[in-house]
């Protein structure tokens, strides 16, 4: 499987992005999702996890209320809804995927199967 981020860009403290990531060679129901989020420096940090069928969803303290993660399987494609955005939240923000279920809340524990290639979000104040 192959897993592509789009999306990022440059947007002002206050303002919305919608980051997708798409997955080829590979059936994406079959995989437990998530978003993860490095800044150069620092360890890469866990931002959201959606389970197979989307019913469950987990996120990071520090985005909870503002990020929304969704799956459209029939699309093959997971997206993170960024809304109220912060200068902090500015980072390159990766996608990544374990295959069959996983339990949400303990996602960032999972080690992952497959990993997208990150896409920049600046945030400016």
């Known amino acids: 499987v192959q897993l592509q981020a789009y999306g990022g860009g440059l947007v002002q403290a206050g303002g919305s992005l919608r980051l997708s990531c798409v997955a080829s060679g590979g059936t994406l129901s079959r995989y437990c ?10 360890e890469r940090e866990f931002v959201a996890a959606i389970s197979l069928s989307g019913g469950f969803t987990s996120y990071a303290d ?3 209320g503002r990020f929304t993660i969704s799956r459209d399987n029939a699309k093959n494609t997971m997206y993170l ?3 109220s955005l912060k200068p902090e939240d500015t980072a390159v923000y990766y996608c990544a995927a374990v295959k069959d279920n996983c339990v949400t809340y303990n996602y960032a524990t999972y080690e992952q199967d497959y990993w997208g290639q990150g896409t920049q979000v600046t945030v400016s104040s």
Not at 33 to 42: A, H, I, L, S
């Open 62 to 64: 520090s985005v909870k």
């Open 33 to 42: 999702m998530g978003w993860f989020r490095q800044v150069p420096g620092k």
């Open 81 to 83: 809804r960024m809304d």
